[in-house]
């Protein structure tokens, strides 16, 4: 039975989507009364939302002054991507050997969408389907726990990473390494699949320190 999200769920999930739009961010001012504006909501909800994601990280509620978006630290970068290499290397040891023809369909029909991203440099495009690669892992693993936290150490990278593939060879490079990866499951070795998903991980987290 799914449960019903609240309106501060609503506005949590819309505000966050909000504070990733690079172009949002850059032409607009963030505000309670902005927000509840914006998104057609009384402030309570919105003042919920808000709370919650300055727990998580992304901005910050100053007394007299307002919000402001956080810029992801390099510390934090560091231990996001130590946690990514430690939960997705151990995912897709698990995943080796028992994908099926359907996965391998899906995971190839992303990697032709993030090749055809290439030629026009779409990096809006191409972030999007990176995500969805890694996340179609954890998917078919079915932990929702992983699932969910991975998301939102997504989340905190997401203008980072926009940064970082707005370089045609970086897009060029991850694309290569998605591909090997795949090769390796498709030849059920898991090792091989393991050490390309390691290379992959630490290249990125590298390019971003």
């Not at 003042?47 to 727990?55: D, G, N, P, S, V």
């Not at 990473?161 to 390494?177: A, G, K, Q, T, W």
């Not at 090769?183 to 990125?204: C, F, P, T, W, Y």
């Amino acid at each position: 039975m799914r449960v019903r999200e609240t309106k501060k769920d609503i506005a949590y999930q819309k505000i966050k989507k909000l504070i990733t739009d690079r172009e949002f961010i850059k032409n607009h001012t963030i505000s309670e009364n902005s927000l509840s504006k914006r998104l057609k909501m009384s402030r309570t909800p919105v003042r919920e939302a808000l709370l919650q994601l300055q727990m998580e990280g992304f901005l910050k509620i100053v007394p007299n002054k307002g919000i402001v978006v956080t810029e992801t630290s390099i510390n934090e970068v560091r231990d996001i991507y130590d946690m990514r290499i430690a939960i997705e290397e151990f995912v897709l040891r698990e995943l080796a050997g028992n994908l099926e023809d359907h996965h391998f369909e899906y995971l190839e029909s992303l990697l032709k969408e993030q090749e055809e991203c290439l030629k026009t440099t779409d990096t809006t495009r191409y972030l999007k389907l990176d995500r969805e690669f890694h996340e179609f892992l954890f998917r078919t693993y079915s932990n929702a726990m992983i699932v969910d936290y991975m998301s939102k150490m997504r989340d905190r990278l997401h203008s980072i990473n926009y940064r970082m593939l707005e370089s045609n060879d970086n897009m060029r490079l991850f694309c290569r390494e998605h591909a090997r990866i795949i090769e390796a499951l498709r030849s059920n070795d898991k090792e091989k699949a393991v050490q390309e998903m390691d290379i992959h991980l630490k290249g990125g987290k590298t390019r971003l320190l």
